[in-house]
């Protein structure tokens, strides 16, 4: 089995547990956290796969998401901060 799909299976499997977190996390903020920590897994997991494939446009489809996924956990945490957006 391919190093990089072993990587993507462990990604997966953490993708699952910060999915419980989402769903039992007592507070909102261990929510908005547990979410971000998916989108990073998100990320993580589509860099190996164009990594595995290399097909590029899989690294620049995670840079893109990275970047709007930053942007809206800044506006995330101004919301429950209590700021107005």
Do not use: W
């Not at 089995?1 to 903020?29: E, H, Y």
């Not at 446009?57 to 995330?76: P, W």
């Amino acid at each position: 089995m391919n190093p990089f799909m072993i990587a993507l299976v462990i990604i997966f499997v953490s993708i699952a547990v910060a999915i419980i977190r989402v769903l039992l996390g007592p507070t909102v903020p261990d929510r908005v956290v547990a979410l971000d920590t998916i989108n990073t897994l998100v990320i993580a997991g589509m860099i190996l796969f164009g990594t595995a494939t290399k097909m590029l446009i899989y690294i620049d489809v995670a840079i893109v998401y990275a970047l709007l996924s930053y942007i809206t956990t800044l506006f995330i945490a101004k919301y429950l901060q209590g700021g107005e957006l």
